[in-house]
Nanobody
Framework: VQLQASGGGSVQAGGSPRLSCAAS????????LGWFRRAPGKEREFVAT????????YYADSVKGRFTISRDNAKNIVDLQMNSLKPEDTDVYYC?????????????????WGQGTLVTVSS
């Protein structure tokens, strides 16, 4: 199983990068997907999750209205569109897959994790 995240980098505040995570080795359409983030020395923080078919998504309050999670089951990809970035969004972002069809908001509910991609937002 491999989850490969990409799209991180350095952006200005207000920027709109798009993170992408490509999955292999799993029956992708049978998994809920999520994005988390973690700054050094901090707990992993839930960002967004989407159900197996992409019909239901849920967001952390800190990103609601700014971030959008989406999935393409034909391509085995889950994306996180990030808009109106703030310096406090600076973090390593991780994609994850959970062996369930519904949304999952806790880290312990996920079975597989990607390696993380760093997003640095400068003011």
């Amino acid at each position: 199983v491999q989850l490969q995240a990409s799209g991180g980098g350095s952006v200005q505040a207000g920027g709109s990068p798009r993170l992408s995570c490509a999955a292999s080795g799993i029956a992708f359409s049978r998994y809920a997907l999520g994005w988390f983030r973690r700054a050094p020395g901090k707990e992993r923080e839930f960002v967004a999750t989407v159900n197996w078919i992409g019909s239901t998504a849920y967001y952390a309050d800190s990103v609601k209205g700014r971030f959008t999670i989406s999935r393409d089951n034909a391509k085995n990809i889950v994306d996180l569109q990030m808009n109106s970035l703030k310096p406090e969004d600076t973090d390593v972002y991780y994609c994850a897959a959970a062996r369930t069809t519904g949304i999952v908001t806790t880290a312990r509910g996920y079975d597989y994790w990607g390696q993380g991609t760093l997003v640095t937002v400068s003011s």
